[in-house]
Each structure stands twice: as structure tokens, then as C-alpha cells.
């Protein structure tokens, strides 16, 4: 009550303070208070996650928000109280590192504030905050200490007993301008502050790994939902033999520093959109019931953080769950994974190349593949070369899981790069659209779509006329990248708002945390945008109209083999007769059980399972930043003084100018 006394107190003052000066501010509440005097930012957050040896990421080192004066650091710049620093994305691994080599300095980093400017990935000669063996715990082979990403530095696998937040262009200028002010007025008695609430749950119940957080019920695991269709539909009817599956594999999520800022457009969403497009060039083609072989898309996510999705799919497939039904594992009889692609252009010239498991039969049928698709796509400049054969193998990718199980497999990887990465932000932030070049996905998404057309007719002589008939449409490819990786249209573009109702308009490829039992099909409202965006394009591109005439549905559909798609746009879902399912993408040494996850113990028949982290994602009530402006402490006890001493002088005054009154009184 006394609080809410001066707040109201301190209200009144000082709309008499802005009447007084001539202003026309109008406060008509204590929230209207409260707003004028704190500015929330918006930024993107390094949140902390665990897994089961420690933890890594960012949190308030206690369980109370972090205030500091905001600090623009120099070279020389010494921090001699503690400080909230505001760098320049190419500051921040020599000012991480340093904090880990001088913990006299680090005990004065409050927090740490990183500007954005569109300029800077032209100032940069790259920023990846991985490893430069990105995840080679999982490598099918030995040479663990090859760089693949030779600029990578590691950060984002450090833990940071700090906030970490990344501004919005917005933001930055703002608080540039209060590092100035505080530059400028370091002798005054007021300074502009950031305040960080960054309170992880893990913090608070004192869980530093993924087996007791979980126990505590103060994280969730990493997870989310892989996507598979089959073109055609697979015949659940038929008494037929099974078809060998030439599977097709793209994935949908990536890393960042920043949990929500990792739109990964060359790695790996350019190759996602690739097999979108070469999917939809397919579909228009006549006669696939009459191919060989049965062509199976699937798009994982989790991939960046320990191979969830390919990992976990392997396992439903051994299990022959719901989640897979129609598959079998046996007659995989090629993988073609499409990785990096958006930078495949070089002076004019799209330049890719394959990187395979090995030599053998199968894998010479996909390259001589690859070639003769090459060759039919005269109108374009197109080179595609084997990988270097010294090598290690094949670099970070889906298909590492599928050789840990069997290394036989036999499998091709295309890529925008030989023996090192091209993409200079790998894994980080900066790697958005103007990383990318739409031409060199088409030229990709043409490449695939005539390879897989050659792969499941199994015809040697087919006319060059039917390659030259599948064509990839370009506005389709310029359409994804500006839904998947941009805000504006973002998800709210036409092409997604027609199939799902997006949660928010800007999209983010981060894997997230699954939520409740892991299921197929799942609860709708537990399957991020991105995986019910690629679920419902997937199911209408890869789908026959209904025997019977279409059905408007809601949900579900009454005959075995539909499914609705478009359930999510008022009075538009529609029956079709699809293959298409989600598979649930968690940790394989995870089990959900009475409403609780346990961790098993591993398993010797998986071996990635022996070296899986079991990544989880710390709760948190809410996270925040807002700046505002405080006095100086030594100024506040100057003021108290001085109040004190004219109380005290006033009662002295009071006291004389009584008995002067009573003197006065007594003589008259």
C-alpha cells in the first residue's frame, strides 16, 4: 500500500514537473508512468541449455534481473564497475574469449549487448560461432579434427553466467545513443542502464544437467516433428511387392548464438526449399505408377543438435510405429541428401558438388544420374564434380546417421562446397537471404527433381524430351525464400497463410522444445509453423484427387490413405489421398512415460546413441530488456543527507522561532 502511495505521489509530481516546463504530455495512469520512464527493447536472446555432462548458453548468474550503466567498449577500454557492453558482432569472439582467460574482468560483465546493422556482412570476412567440425562426435569416421568450418570458433558451446542479447537495428541506435550519454556525462550523478531478465528456471532449482532438470520438470528436451511423403502415394492395398525407395532428405532447422535468429538460408534451408521446388516440378509429371522405384521425400528436424530427426526416424523405422507406416527400412536403396545449394554460383556459373559414402554399384548409378541430368539442362551453366577424394567422408549431414547404421549404404551428399564450407556464417545470425542466391537453389531444385525422375524409372533410355519436361518454377523458389527467410511477407505470404495458420510472422528454423507425449499424428498445436507449412505442401504436391470427388473436412478424413490438408484455413481443408506423416524428432535416449521424461541408459546397437548429449532447453517465465535512467547511488545518500540536515536545521528554526513568538507574546 505505501508503495502504491508513492508511486501515485511520484505520479502527481510529476505531471506538475511537465506542466511547469510547457509540456503536453498527458499520464493518466501509473502504467503510462512506468512506460515513459522505461523503454523496452527488442532483441534475441542466448538462452541456456543443458545437456547431460553441463550446461551451455546464456542466463542471469542468480535468480534476480541484472542492472547495469550500458558501456560501448574500446580496445583500451578497461571495466572499472560493473557494466552491461554493447559490441559490434565481430567484437564478440575475441571479448568472449577474453572473458574466459581474465576472470578479474569478467567479474564486471553485467551482460552483453550486440549491435545489428545491415553493413556488417559486408565488413566481415565471416562469423561462425560452431565448431569447425561441426558435431564430429557423430562422424563415421575417424578424422574427427578436420575443419570443415575452418572459421568456425566454437562460442556457442560455452556456458555464460551472463544475459547475451542481440538488437534489433532499432535497439542498437538507441542504446549507441545512451553509451554516448553515459560517455559523455561520466562525472554526473544519472546513467542510462540496462536491465536484463534473463531468469533461467535451471538457475533458480540449481539443475546443471539435462538428467536432473528433467527429473525437476525445469526443461524440456529439443525436439520437434520431421516430415515424409511418398510421390506416388504409397498403395496400403496392394498385394504388390514392394518397391525399392530412392530417399530423398532435406532438413529444416538450424543453430544460432540467438535461440530465435537462426534462419540458416544456405545451411540448410536452401536445400530444403530445393527439394520443395524439385518436389513440385515432379508433380506435374504423368506416369510415375509406372517407375521402378518409389520415391520418398522426408525432411528432418533437430539435425543441428545431435542428428535428432534422422536418428529418431531410424529407430521408427525399426520399431514399424504408426509414424512410418508404409516404410520399411530394408528397401532404402539410395539416400540423396541436399545440403548448402544457395551459394553455388560462382562468376555466372553454378558450381555444386557430391560427396558420397563410398564407392559401389548404387552410388555409380547416382552420379552417372546426376550427369545425364546435368547434360539435359542445356539452357543453363551448370558444373558438377565429385568431391575431393582426400577428403576425410562426407561432411556434416543427415546421411552420417544412416552410415553409423549401416555402413554400406550407399548415399550422395550435394553441396555448394568441396573440401571447406563456403558459407562464412555458418550456423550464425548472419546467415539470412543476402547469403544466398535464388538462381543457384533452381538450378539445384532442376538438378534433383531430373536425377530422381532418372533414379525411379530405372530406364536407361529415356528420351531426353521427358527430362527436358520437368521444369522447376523459379517464381515458386523466389516465393519460399521470401516466406522462410524473411519477416517481410515471411510467414504471413500468401503461399503459407493458404495451407496453416501461422503463430508469428517471422520465421525461425530453431528446432524448439517438443511438447506433452511425442505422437502421430501429433497435437497440432505442439507442431512448430515451419513442419506444418512443409507437412501440408508436401501432402497437396505429392497427393491424387479422390476417387469419389473431393470432401471438405476440418481435421480428419473417414478413408484410409487421406489426409486433410488446409485444415487450418477457415472452410478450405479438402480430403486427398497423400502418404504423408509426421515422425516425432527427441533424443533416442529419451523415453516419455506418466507425464514425465526419463533418460535411458545408452544402447551398444546405436552407436550415436553412446556419445548423444541429450540436449534440453532451460524453462523460463519471461525474458526482457529495457534501459532506463538512474541516479548515482553516492548522489542518492548525498540527497538524504542534505534532506536530513535541513530537517534537522528546520526543527532547530522551528524550535527559536517558537520561543522568539512566546518571548514576543510574553512582552506585549
Not at 315 to 343: F, H, P, R, T
Not at 455 to 461: G, H, I, T, Y
Not at 610 to 636: C, H, K, M
Request: glycine share 6%.
Amino acid at each position: 500500500m505505501a508503495m502504491k502511495f508513492l508511486q501515485l505521489l511520484f505520479f502527481f509530481s510529476f505531471q506538475l514537473r511537465l506542466s511547469f516546463s510547457g509540456q503536453t504530455i498527458m499520464m493518466e495512469s501509473v502504467p503510462d508512468l512506468q512506460s515513459s520512464m522505461y523503454m523496452t527493447l527488442d532483441g534475441y536472446p542466448c538462452v541456456r541449455l543443458l545437456n547431460l555432462s553441463g550446461v551451455i548458453g546464456c542466463a542471469n548468474p542468480g535468480r534476480v534481473k541484472v542492472v547495469a550503466p550500458i558501456l560501448r567498449l574500446n580496445n583500451a577500454t578497461e571495466l572499472s564497475q560493473l557494466s552491461a557492453v554493447l559490441l559490434s558482432v565481430d567484437e564478440i569472439q575475441s571479448f568472449l574469449t577474453r572473458i574466459l582467460n581474465d576472470s578479474t574482468f569478467a567479474k564486471n560483465v553485467a551482460g552483453i549487448l550486440v549491435e545489428s546493422s545491415p553493413e556488417f556482412q559486408n565488413k566481415l570476412k565471416g562469423f561462425s560461432p560452431d565448431q569447425k567440425f561441426p558435431q564430429s562426435e557423430f562422424a563415421p569416421y575417424q578424422s574427427i579434427n578436420y575443419e570443415w568450418n575452418p572459421i568456425g570458433s566454437g562460442i556457442m558451446w560455452n556456458p555464460y553466467n551472463f544475459p547475451v542479447f542481440l538488437l534489433s537495428h532499432s535497439s542498437t541506435l538507441t542504446l549507441q545513443e545512451a553509451a554516448i550519454k553515459n560517455e559523455k556525462n561520466i562525472k554526473s550523478y544519472t546513467a542510462d542502464v540496462a536491465e536484463f531478465d534473463l531468469v533461467m528456471q535451471t538457475t533458480k532449482a540449481g539443475t546443471h544437467d539435462s538428467e536432473s532438470c528433467l527429473k525437476e520438470n525445469t526443461c524440456l528436451p529439443l525436439g520437434g516433428y520431421s516430415v515424409w511423403s511418398s510421390l506416388p502415394p504409397i498403395n496400403f492395398s496392394s498385394s504388390e511387392q514392394s518397391k525399392p525407395i530412392i530417399l530423398m532428405v532435406a532438413s529444416m532447422d538450424s543453430a544460432s548464438f540467438f535461440r530465435d535468429k537462426g534462419l540458416g538460408a544456405d545451411s540448410p534451408i536452401s536445400g530444403l526449399i530445393s527439394l520443395l521446388a524439385a518436389v513440385d516440378a515432379l508433380s506435374h509429371v504423368d506416369g510415375l505408377d509406372d517407375f521402378n522405384k518409389q520415391l520418398v521425400f522426408i525432411v528432418f528436424t533437430g539435425e543441428a543438435w545431435g542428428y535428432l530427426g534422422s536418428r529418431r526416424f531410424l529407430l521408427e523405422l525399426d520399431l514399424q510405429s504408426d509414424a512410418v507406416s508404409g516404410l520399411n527400412y530394408s528397401l532404402i536403396e539410395k539416400v540423396v541428401e541436399i545440403g548448402s545449394v544457395g551459394k553455388g554460383l560462382n562468376q555466372g556459373v553454378k558450381n555444386f558438388f557430391v560427396h558420397t559414402t563410398g564407392v559401389s554399384s548404387a552410388t555409380n548409378e547416382t552420379l552417372d544420374a546426376l550427369k545425364r541430368a546435368q547434360d539435359s539442362v542445356k539452357s543453363e551453366s551448370f558444373t558438377i564434380s565429385s568431391a575431393n577424394a582426400s577428403n576425410p567422408g562426407i561432411p556434416p549431414s543427415s546421411l552420417m546417421t544412416f552410415l553409423r547404421k549401416n555402413s554400406l549404404t550407399s548415399g550422395v551428399v550435394l553441396e555448394d562446397f568441396d573440401s571447406v564450407f563456403t558459407n562464412k556464417f555458418y550456423n550464425s545470425h548472419l546467415d539470412d537471404m543476402s547469403n544466398v542466391n535464388s538462381s543457384a537453389i533452381v538450378a539445384a531444385a532442376s538438378l534433383v527433381a531430373r536425377t530422381l525422375y532418372i533414379l525411379a524409372s530405372d530406364n536407361k533410355n529415356l528420351s531426353s524430351s521427358a527430362l527436358t519436361s520437368i521444369n522447376v518454377n523459379v517464381s515458386l523458389v523466389e516465393e519460399l525464400m521470401g516466406c522462410l527467410l524473411d519477416c517481410e511477407p515471411g510467414l504471413s505470404c500468401e503461399l503459407v497463410k493458404s495451407y496453416i495458420s501461422p503463430a508469428n510472422t517471422c520465421p525461425s528454423h530453431y528446432v524448439g522444445v517438443i511438447l506433452g507425449e511425442p505422437s502421430s499424428p501429433p497435437y497440432l498445436g505442439y507442431v512448430d509453423d515451419i513442419s506444418r507449412f512443409v507437412w501440408n505442401f508436401l501432402a497437396e504436391r505429392t497427393s491424387i484427387p479422390r476417387k469419389n470427388g473431393s470432401s471438405v473436412c476440418s481435421q480428419d478424413c473417414s478413408n484410409k490413405g487421406e489426409v486433410c490438408i488446409r485444415a487450418e484455413t477457415e472452410g478450405k481443408g479438402v480430403c486427398v489421398v497423400s502418404t504423408t506423416r509426421y515422425v516425432p524428432a527427441y533424443s533416442t535416449r529419451l523415453k516419455y512415460e506418466s507425464g514425465t521424461w526419463d533418460v535411458l541408459p545408452p544402447n551398444n546397437s546405436e552407436p550415436m546413441g553412446l556419445v548423444d548429449p541429450v540436449w534440453t532447453e532451460s524453462n523460463w517465465d519471461t525474458i526482457g530488456l529495457r534501459v532506463y535512467t538512474i541516479q548515482n547511488a553516492s548522489f542518492d545518500r548525498l540527497v538524504l543527507l542534505g534532506s536530513i540536515a535541513i530537517t534537522v536545521l528546520s526543527c532547530f528554526a522551528i524550535v527559536i522561532t517558537k520561543a522568539f513568538v512566546r518571548r514576543a507574546l510574553k512582552r506585549d
